[in-house]
């Protein structure tokens, strides 16, 4: 009987879990999401016969079927011949208006799989304060980032309602009017527009540079000019909107010669870590809908639009104004030189992020970010590296840098993903084959986001 008792006190323990040998419990419930084809934005091979499991608001497990466990009493979805990729993170966003307007500019961005957006430079202590709410996880928003109000040359460049400081001093005082406000980054726009002479000077963007990092905030820059990003680069700022290659001559159409960046600027952004945000939408949308007006048929996209710009592009004569211009093959061919830049800083092994400076009146809310994607893979990129730039790069840029626990799809992420009808690697343009979005790992309820006419 002794014997026996001994015995039957070790099977006790082996099955209670204290034996060594004691096997894993697989904790019950969550979601999976099981046969999709997995695109995690880390640029790793696609997986083609997945399982995503979610719980809690964020990724447990995500790998193929025959080594990723599907927990006891979880809901099954079957996404077999569909394609998972991560949310969309929008670097270059311009919020317009008020509460009930951004709201309405939310719903559109999560209609197109855009969970993440950082407005950059046009944002009114209200404004910052509304965005900040998002920022912290109100439901149904997207997360969001913000520069408040960005800096310029008293005369420069988007100078009206700006900050637009003339000493150094007042510079540092703006950059830390701007933190107590909330602000994640600053944002100024060193520029040649609307002339040359017209740039915030050396010294007072060395400052804004150097308050903005001393306060914990991200410092940010709209330019042209390699000379310009050169300056920057050496004052501590690593994160660039556009390109140094201003290709536009006088009038606006010619490409100028020789418009590739140095091999010496090369070294230095590569060495520096600097990343870019090439923004082409802005460019290319100044003709792409008068040349491709067959676009406008999409009626999610007519949604989506500026209402004055679609009236524009809407109208035949404006159409054919801007396509039959003078200065139209030179526009295009200059448009090309950013395309190049974009390829050219990729192959040079620079960061290349995705913002597309949604909210100004050519470029849609949500959609733009699939185009801006569909223009990088005609810059030369492939498939992967966009969905990448769009994805994995732009997360690793918003605060704490380099630390982000969203922009792809590995265990202990947040679940911001978008489920696709589509393999978006065949062709990039089915990241817009939307059948489902998850923010926060609760499904977006797609229907009736857009707003109505």
């Not at 997207?142 to 009206?160: D, E, I």
């Not at 769009?390 to 922009?407: H, I, K, R, S, Y």
Request: glycine share 10%; hydrophobic share 45%; aromatic share 6%.
């Amino acid at each position: 009987m002794r014997r026996l008792h001994v015995v039957a006190l070790g099977m006790a323990l082996a099955l209670t879990g204290c034996g060594e040998s004691a096997a894993p419990v697989v904790e019950t419930g969550g979601v999976a999401l099981v046969g999709g084809q997995l695109i995690d934005g880390t640029g790793s091979a696609p997986v083609a016969d997945s399982v995503v499991v979610i719980r809690d608001g964020r990724i447990e497990s995500a790998g193929a079927r025959d080594v990723t466990a599907v927990p006891t009493g979880a809901e099954v979805i079957d996404v077999t011949g569909k394609t998972i990729i991560p949310g969309l993170v929008n670097l270059h966003v311009h919020y317009r208006d008020g509460a009930e307007e951004i709201t309405q500019q939310f719903r559109t961005q999560l209609y197109y799989g855009v969970t993440t957006g950082r407005s950059i430079g046009s944002d009114s202590p209200e404004r910052v304060a509304f965005l900040l709410e998002a920022h912290a996880g109100r439901p149904g928003f997207p997360r969001a980032y913000t520069a408040g109000m960005g800096f310029s040359h008293p005369n420069g460049f988007n100078a009206a309602g700006r900050n637009a400081p003339e000493t150094e001093d007042e510079a540092r005082a703006l950059v830390r009017d701007q933190v107590a406000l909330g602000a994640q980054f600053i944002k100024m726009w060193v520029t040649e527009m609307p002339e040359p002479g017209l740039q915030i000077m050396p010294e007072i963007r060395t400052a804004i540079v150097d308050e903005a990092i001393q306060n914990g905030a991200v410092p940010v820059a709209h330019i042209d000019g390699e000379d310009e990003a050169r300056q920057l680069i050496e004052a501590g700022l690593r994160d660039f909107l556009h390109t140094t290659v201003l290709t536009f001559g006088p009038g606006g159409g010619a490409p100028v010669d020789d418009p590739e960046p140095t091999p010496e600027f090369l070294r230095m952004a590569l060495d520096q870590d600097v990343v870019f945000t090439p923004t082409l939408s802005i460019v290319q949308n100044g003709w792409h809908f008068a040349e491709h007006p067959e676009l406008l048929d999409d009626p999610a996209l007519r949604a989506a639009f500026n209402p004055g710009a679609l009236a524009r592009w809407d109208d035949p004569e404006t159409r054919a104004a801007v396509v039959e211009a003078p200065e139209f093959a030179g526009r295009k061919a200059a448009f090309r030189q950013l395309q190049d830049f974009v390829k050219t800083i990729h192959d040079a092994g620079i960061q290349v992020a995705l913002g597309n400076d949604a909210g100004t009146p050519n470029v849609p809310f949500g959609w733009g970010m699939h185009h801006e994607m569909e223009m990088y893979v005609e810059a030369g990129l492939t498939p992967m590296q966009a969905i990448v730039a769009a994805t994995a790069t732009g997360a690793a840029q918003l605060p704490p840098v380099g630390e982000a626990d969203f922009g792809t799809l590995e265990a202990g992420k947040v679940a911001d993903l978008v489920v696709l009808n589509a393999d978006p690697l065949a062709d990039i343009r089915n990241t817009l084959e939307i059948d489902q979005v998850m923010r926060l790992g609760e499904w977006v309820e797609r229907a009736g986001l857009l707003p109505t006419p």
